[in-house]
């Protein structure tokens, strides 16, 4: 009998999904460990079913990308690498738009449209880990942003490091000598758990310089649009002791507040300081030139495009891969 897939695994001491990482090419794997199947791929003479692969995996050459907001800069940037990368590798991406709507959301991820793609890629705003675990469909899916707990999802899971990044932004604004600084862009109510983690890390840089948290600073939003940003400036202005810096979770709320500041005329970054977060083109073309962390976008594109490509047929548990992000400080901080 050929080998197959789980022999090799086995043989080489690794998981299924492992080995199919290997045979398909996936660059994250450690040297050493692939080293190891290939030998094991070697001994056992294991030949992959490529024809049987081909029919199960229906091969359209379309790949879905499902986002809450295309008209959202971050998402429509996103969005635009994402075509760019996958017309290199011979895919169509079709966009779907949820506008954050839980029962869209789940449609799409328990298979609306999937009989028509080769893989989906998926940034929710409200889907729970159990939605993700209730999965049936077995279209190749890939999870985009930042996740609780996402070894336990058992889906591919591509994010940037949130809490380094929000920490970095955060010690950034604390080395120029800001003291009230404030996180402006918190969502209580939204399972996806990126505005969780960029409060985490902006806690971690307050608590590393021994400044303590201040609730007050801590600004919750509905969406995080420029009009919240907004609002959620002129309540901080409004305060006793309004800040003297604030990190903004998206730029779009970045861009918000700092319009709040001009109309209080408050200045930038003489009286305070903003940090965002995204990187989008209106940042780099305000003024003052909007300090913020930037995403690796392109890289992000990449590396789902590769999960969806190297899944294997027997998964077994989900890969959570992080992406490169950097801080950039431009003219608000």
């Not at 050929?2 to 080995?19: F, I, K």
């Not at 359209?60 to 809450?68: I, R, Y």
């Not at 200045?267 to 305070?272: I, K, L, S, T, Y």
């Not at 690796?296 to 789902?304: C, F, Q, R, V």
Request: charge should be negative; include cysteine; hydrophobic fraction near 40%.
């Amino acid at each position: 009998m050929p080998a197959r897939l789980r022999d090799v695994a086995e043989h080489a001491g690794v998981s299924v999904r492992t080995v199919s990482n290997v045979v398909n090419g996936f660059r994250y794997v450690a040297p050493e460990t692939r080293a190891r199947v290939q030998a094991s791929i070697d001994e056992l003479g294991y030949r992959p079913n490529l024809a049987a692969r081909t029919l199960r995996r229906s091969r359209t050459g379309l790949v879905s990308l499902v986002v809450p907001e295309i008209d959202s800069p971050y998402f429509a940037e996103l969005a635009a690498r994402t075509v760019r990368v996958a017309q290199r590798r011979g895919l169509t991406v079709l966009i779907d738009q949820t506008d954050g709507d839980p029962e869209r959301e789940r449609l799409l991820l328990h298979g609306k449209r999937s009989q028509l793609v080769d893989g989906v890629l998926f940034s929710p705003w409200t889907v729970a880990p159990a939605d993700v675990a209730a999965r049936t469909d077995t279209v190749p899916l890939v999870l985009l942003g930042e996740h609780d707990s996402p070894d336990q999802l058992r889906v591919d899971h591509v994010a940037i490091d949130n809490v380094a990044a929000a920490r970095a932004a955060t010690a950034h604004l604390l080395a120029t000598g800001r003291r009230r600084i404030a996180a402006l862009g918190v969502q209580p109510s939204i399972f996806n758990a990126t505005a969780r983690q960029r409060l985490l890390g902006y806690h971690q840089a307050l608590s590393s310089a021994g400044v303590p948290v201040a609730p007050e600073l801590e600004r919750p939003v509905r969406t995080l649009h420029r009009a919240d940003g907004h609002r959620a400036m002129l309540e901080l202005l409004d305060l006793p002791e309004p800040p003297d810096a604030v990190f903004c979770f998206t730029d779009e709320l970045a861009l918000g507040a700092m319009r709040a500041a001009a109309d209080r005329d408050v200045r930038v970054p003489d009286a305070v300081s903003v940090v965002g977060f995204d990187d989008i083109e209106d940042g780099r073309y305000s003024v003052p030139a909007l300090s913020t962390v930037s995403p690796d976008k392109d890289g992000i594109a990449e590396l789902a495009l590769d999960c969806l490509a190297t899944q294997p047929d027997d998964p077994h548990t989900g890969r959570s891969i992080v992406a490169p992000h950097r801080l950039l400080v431009r003219a608000t901080s």
